[in-house]
């Protein structure tokens, strides 16, 4: 059984930074996607990055493209998500999930493919 353990939410100012990492144990698929998503209130929860264990390929929702960076260490499971120039529309309780590759491609993260999710990490942008 899977757990991802997530750090790194908190409180930041507009234009602040934040990073996220989820460290993942007991989780032996060779080929495997990790990465993020969120939900604010009232909103269903997006994809925000993803990256390949196999490849390195990645994803992001074009909402963070040039603002947020993913990366993976695979010898430690875990995966990191540096944000920058952090945004209001940008607080939502941020998931770490993990599953197969393939769900992790050019034109998202698949939510209904993930096999494991954390508790999730809130992000609060606001001044």
């Known amino acids: 059984q899977a757990q991802l353990e997530e750090s790194g939410g908190g409180l930041v100012q507009p234009g602040g930074s934040l990073r996220l990492s989820c460290a993942a144990s007991?989780?032996?698929?060779?080929?495997?996607?990790m990465g993020w998503f969120r939900q604010a209130p009232g909103k269903e929860r997006e994809g925000v990055s993803c990256?390949?264990?196999?490849?390195?390929?990645?994803y992001y929702a074009d909402s963070v493209k040039g603002r947020f960076t993913i990366s993976l260490d695979n010898a430690k499971n875990t995966v990191h998500l540096e944000m920058n120039s952090l945004k209001p529309e940008d607080t939502a309780v941020y998931y770490c999930?993990?599953?197969?590759?393939?769900?992790?491609?050019?034109?998202?993260?698949?939510?209904?493919?993930?096999?494991?999710w954390g508790k999730g990490t809130l992000v609060t942008v606001s001044s």
């Open positions: 990256i390949s264990s196999s490849d390195g390929r990645t």
């Open positions: 007991g989780y032996t698929l060779n080929y495997y996607s």
């Open positions: 999930a993990t599953g197969p590759d393939y769900y992790c491609s050019a034109r998202g993260y698949n939510k209904g493919g993930m096999d494991y």
